[in-house]
């Protein structure tokens, strides 16, 4: 597609539930980024993935969280057993050079 | 771990005044520089970068940012603010061969008309 592509945009879920955001990454770039922007603070890093490497999960604040990419395209970040602490916008990004992104729209998950 | 800096959370300028965001970076090594923008109800999108060569930067909407290495500082200017430069601009950061971004917390301008 034209840009990265995000779902849902907007996501409400309870306590203790477990969520799937989806990106879709601009066809053919290698790179893909989650991050995650937390109401009045930056940019935090969460995964990485490039091409067929594994991927930099250095940037998971915990075990809830993981993320997988399939067939070297579309990726899908999973939070188990969610908490209030999870709400935040959740950004994708994708790169063909590894450091010109573009970024999609974002998730915005609301954890009651 | 490296930090990026944004010194200013809010600021507030009528048209045409100038505009100067500081940035301010911790690590000694390479990097790799970027200012995004952010306007209201967009996705963040990239407004310039430095990776090396002359160190004034000329992005898109008229907007430049000078590296100045031995200060760790990407500031970001405009000679004269138009009301749609209106956003939130973020700093990043990454260092040497890596390819995540540090991002700072972001600076809200706010341009009165």
């Known amino acids: 597609g034209a840009g990265v592509s995000q779902s849902p945009s907007n996501k409400v879920t309870e306590k203790g539930k477990d969520v799937e955001l989806r990106c879709d990454p601009i066809?053919?770039?290698?790179?893909l980024y989650w991050y995650r922007q937390s109401l009045g603070q930056g940019l935090e890093f969460l995964i990485y993935?490039?091409?067929?490497?594994?991927?930099?999960k250095s940037g998971l604040p915990s075990d809830r969280f993981s993320a997988e990419r399939t067939g070297g395209s579309v990726s899908t970040l999973t939070i188990q057993r969610t908490q209030q602490e999870d709400s935040a916008v959740y950004l994708c990004a994708s790169s063909s050079d590894g450091f010109g992104y573009t970024f999609g729209s974002g998730t915005r998950l609301t954890v009651v | 771990a490296q930090s990026v800096s944004q010194h200013n959370h809010h600021v507030i300028l009528s048209e045409a005044a100038s505009l100067e965001l500081g940035c301010n970076y911790s690590?000694?090594?390479?990097?790799?520089l970027f200012w995004y923008v952010q306007y209201p109800g967009q996705h963040l999108q990239l407004l310039l970068k430095?990776?090396?060569?002359?160190?004034l930067v000329k992005g898109i909407k008229g907007f430049e940012a000078e590296f100045i290495k031995s200060k760790f500082s990407f500031n970001l200017r405009k000679p004269s603010v138009q009301w749609s430069d209106t956003a939130e601009y973020f700093c990043a950061v990454n260092e040497g061969s890596a390819r995540q971004l540090t991002f700072g917390s972001g600076t809200q301008l706010t341009v009165l008309p």
């Open positions: 066809s053919g770039h290698t790179a």
């Open positions: 430095y990776f090396s060569g002359d160190p």
């Open positions: 993935f490039q091409g067929n490497s594994a991927p930099d």
């Open positions: 690590y000694g090594g390479t990097v790799n």
